[in-house]
T-cell receptor, first 116, second 111 residues
């Protein structure tokens, strides 16, 4: 497809289980971002990948969260031992340039994660 | 205190009304200001962006930045039901990736 693709669209998991969220960026986009969107909280930056550089993981909320990007394309966000507070929409975005500004970042539709 | 404050609404207006959406911020180093629109169950899409102070107009949309007051606005003229969405303000000071988003304002335009 032409846009950013995320899977699954919805995920319900039991507390304590591990989950993997997948993002397929737009072909040729070197920058990839993960954000988390909680009700009434806006978008929270999680992690950023740029080409082959080391990712900026400064936004990851705990060591239960990790992400990787294989071959400079597909990215997987993993949450271990999920907690109820992890319930949110996880959004992935990609862009041609490093910066959001002036260069449009395209978002996927998000993965709605519910931890029960 | 959050770096960016935005009233979550909801804001309900009749079709054809002028809509004013606003954000305040605390970091005086912010230079780049953006507005994103997010329809239900979709990812945000960039609507407009501006640099530093001033106005920018694009069709029915006008973005204003007042750095002295740390206040930004998005105006929608002749609002349409299709404008019903959540509008998120966003800003950063480096042109970099750690853009800070507001909580978003839910807008409903009634036909």
């Amino acid at each position: 497809g032409a846009g950013v693709s995320q899977s699954p669209s919805n995920k319900v998991t039991e507390k304590g289980k591990d989950v993997e969220l997948r993002c397929d960026p737009i072909s040729g986009h070197t920058a990839l971002y993960w954000y988390r969107q909680s009700l009434g909280q806006g978008l929270e930056f999680l992690i950023y990948f740029q080409g082959n550089s080391a990712p900026d993981k400064s936004g990851l909320p705990s060591d239960r969260f990790s992400a990787e990007r294989t071959g400079g394309s597909v990215s997987t966000l993993t949450i271990q031992r999920t907690q109820q507070e992890d319930s949110a929409v996880y959004l992935c975005a990609s862009s041609l340039e490093r910066s959001f500004f002036g260069t449009e970042a395209f978002f996927g539709q998000g993965t709605r994660l519910t931890v029960v | 205190q959050k770096e960016v404050e935005q009233d979550p609404g909801p804001l309900s207006v009749p079709e054809g009304a002028i809509v004013s959406l606003n954000c305040t911020y605390s970091n005086s180093a912010f230079q780049y200001f953006m507005w994103y629109r997010q329809y239900s169950r979709k990812g945000p899409e960039l609507l407009m962006y501006t640099y530093s102070s001033g106005n920018k107009e694009d069709g029915r949309f006008t973005a204003q930045v007042d750095k002295s007051s740390k206040y930004i606005s998005l105006f929608i003229r002749d609002s349409q039901p299709s404008d019903s969405a959540t509008y998120l303000c966003a800003m950063d000071h480096t042109g970099g990736f750690k853009t800070i988003f507001g909580a978003g304002t839910r807008l409903f335009v009634k036909a």
